[in-house]
């Protein structure tokens, strides 16, 4: 497969992906509304999915930066950084970005911001230290890609959808055990009751959906970027071998935390160093195994 048609179907499938993502979420406020006969749920639940991603999508860089304890580097501080960011800003047509470091010597960086016009790149004072030149323009080539990509945009909504359907199922399950009971007093028969059985049931497994799909999208954007990166670079190896660097080197990063582990270019937890990984670990991983990124780059004909 060629870089472009790698990058295609990536998008692609990324995009049918939170398609049926949206659909799915719709499909649980329906069935929700009908099951507690309260039709004005379905109307909020789509209401407030649209604003909170918005809301969220405008102030997360800020808070992504607070929680990281990650501060602005100037030009003077690194000059080397700033030259190569500015290179492949120019060469991608992208506006420069803001550039932050995190004091943690696990090697990682992660990209953030509204938009391209508003975007900051965040790299640790490990990856600075332990990665050449090349290896450098690969990982933040990467994350210019997904700032290209929109990626900030699309994990912030899947976010938002993800938290939407875990509220929903938690608001059925008290409304079932401690809630009103109109739905056994209302009437309708059997169809009222098959409604009310299967809102039950996806209430326990709507949440585990949720998640796994939106580890399936953030693996493919992963996916997307490394193509992109390998594009934009003209030398898929550099950052090839500075994701083996970083998964090699086994010390967690004390910044991250679940609530942005899907933002680095590797997972800052190190989960796959240096282990055989099932497939059923596979589907809950944000990120896609090191080892299949390195190998798709390789394989990459540019």
């Not at 179907?9 to 049918?16: E, P």
């Not at 990281?68 to 580097?73: D, L, V, Y």
């Not at 190569?84 to 992660?110: H, M, R, W």
């Given at each position: 497969m060629?870089?472009?048609?790698?990058?295609?179907?990536?998008?692609?499938?990324?995009?049918?992906?939170?398609?049926?993502?949206?659909?799915?979420?719709?499909?649980?406020?329906?069935?929700?509304?009908?099951?507690?006969?309260?039709?004005?749920?379905?109307?909020?639940?789509?209401?407030f999915s649209v604003i909170s991603s918005f809301v969220s999508y405008w102030y997360s860089d800020k808070i992504v930066l607070a929680m990281?304890?990650?501060?602005?580097?100037t030009h003077d501080n690194n000059r080397e950084?700033?030259?190569?960011?500015?290179?492949?800003?120019?060469?991608?047509?992208?506006?420069?970005?803001?550039?932050?470091?995190?004091?943690?010597?696990?090697?990682?960086?992660?990209?953030?911001?509204?938009n391209p016009e508003h975007a900051v790149i965040v790299v640790t004072i490990g990856l600075l230290q332990k990665l050449d030149k090349a290896e450098l323009e690969g990982v933040i080539a990467h994350e210019l890609s997904h700032i290209g990509n929109r990626d900030i945009l699309l994990a912030t909504v899947v976010t938002i959808l993800v938290g939407m359907i875990v509220l929903l199922a938690d608001w059925f399950r008290h409304w079932s055990f401690f809630g009103n009971r109109r739905g056994s007093d209302r009437g309708g028969g059997e169809l009222a009751m098959l409604f009310t059985v299967v809102a039950g049931i996806l209430s326990l497994l709507a949440p585990l959906f949720a998640y796994l799909m939106q580890f399936a999208i953030s693996r493919k954007r992963e996916f997307l970027a490394d193509a992109s990166a390998a594009l934009l670079t003209r030398y898929p190896e550099g950052l090839a071998r500075a994701l083996e660097k970083i998964s090699a080197d086994h010390e967690p990063l004390e910044a991250a935390n679940r609530a942005t582990a899907h933002l680095y270019i590797a997972s800052p937890f190190k989960e796959d160093s240096g282990r055989k990984i099932s497939w059923f670990t596979k589907i809950f991983m944000t990120h896609p195994p090191v080892e299949e990124r390195v190998r798709a780059l390789r394989d990459l004909k540019i």
């Open positions: 060629t870089l472009y048609e790698h990058s295609d179907s990536n998008q692609a499938k990324t995009w049918w992906l939170l398609a049926g993502f949206f659909v799915f979420v719709i499909l649980i406020g329906y069935v929700f509304s009908v099951a507690m006969n309260e039709p004005l749920i379905l109307i909020i639940v789509v209401l990281s304890s990650a501060r602005e580097i950084l700033f030259h190569i960011v500015e290179n492949l800003c120019i060469a991608s047509g992208l506006p420069q970005p803001k550039i932050y470091f995190i004091d943690d010597t696990a090697p990682n960086a992660f990209a953030t911001g509204r």
